[in-house]
């Protein structure tokens, strides 16, 4: 079966999944930790080399207060409970998204991770935080056009893979599976640059619910996919 190199998933549905209890959204934020963490192991297993979620975008902050208060508190949690586990297990963490006027604290803690951890191989987590494909390509644009000016790029220059480079997923390869939960099926700004070839894979489960089958599924339904890239197959085999 093929693995994809890299998985990336749009984590939504906490809300829901808290409101069917009759519980605060904040108890299907808490929830859906627990099923990130347990998600991470389980991409760890399969082999799955880059793993990428969808944290806070750059539209989440339309939310009330108290929700972006409660989601910044569990990222806070989250890297200060699990950093340690994640280095021990050769883990190294990647944030993408705008760090520019988030909070010196979290700022501090998405450094720290990625300090700790960038020495480590088994396994690439990135976490897109204040994360938006269009706020994305437009700090990217303005990296090349100050590049340009300043006279260290020429404009003929810039093709697909030099734009790539100023974007925040500079190295990282493309996803080649992007999941999303809850049933939405939208892409809501999540890496509209790099997913333009991705299999896509929507399912109905809120995030919280999302255990190892599930991600076991999503694998399989993408191992029987025929993956073209614009091209014809013959054969099986991309011509
Ligand atoms: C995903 O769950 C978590 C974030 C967007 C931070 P939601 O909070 O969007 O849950 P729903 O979509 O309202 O159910
Ligand atoms: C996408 O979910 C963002 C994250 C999962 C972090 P949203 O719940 O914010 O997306 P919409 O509003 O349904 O498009
Ligand atoms: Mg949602």
């Known amino acids: 079966m093929t693995t994809p190199e890299h998985v990336a998933i749009i984590m939504d549905g906490n809300g829901r999944w808290a409101k069917a209890r009759g519980l605060p959204r904040l108890a299907g934020h808490r929830a859906g930790v627990e099923a990130l963490r347990k998600t991470v192991s389980a991409a760890g297993e ?45 883990v190294r963490v990647r944030v993408i998204g705008e760090r ?10 998405l ?31 303005r990296r090349i056009a100050d590049a340009v000016v300043r006279g260290d790029l020429k404009s003929e220059a810039v093709s ?24 939405e099926v939208r892409m809501s ?7 333009a070839y991705s299999e896509l894979v929507f399912m109905p489960c809120y995030w919280p619910d999302f255990t190892r089958d599930h991600l076991a599924d999503a694998l399989g339904q993408y191992a ?7 091209g014809v197959l013959e054969r099986g085999i991309a011509l």
């Open 46 to 90: 399969m082999g799955i080399p880059w793993l990428t979620v969808y944290a806070f975008s750059s539209e989440n902050w339309s939310r009330p207060k108290s929700e972006v208060n409660d989601l910044m508190g569990l990222l806070k949690l989250f890297i200060r409970r699990d950093l340690a586990e994640l280095h021990k297990n050769g």
């Open 100 to 109: 520019e006027g988030l909070a010196p604290d979290i700022r501090g803690l």
């Open 224 to 230: 029987v996919r025929e993956r073209r890239f614009g």
């Open 160 to 183: 697909p893979e030099v734009f790539a480079d100023y974007l925040d997923t500079a190295g990282i390869p493309d996803p080649d599976l992007v999941i999303r939960t809850s049933g």
């Open 189 to 195: 700004n999540f890496l509209p640059w790099q997913a």
């Open 111 to 141: 450094d720290e991770a990625e300090s700790l951890t960038a020495g480590n191989k088994n396994m690439n987590l990135v976490i897109a935080f204040n994360y938006g494909g269009r706020d994305e390509i437009v700090r990217a644009a």
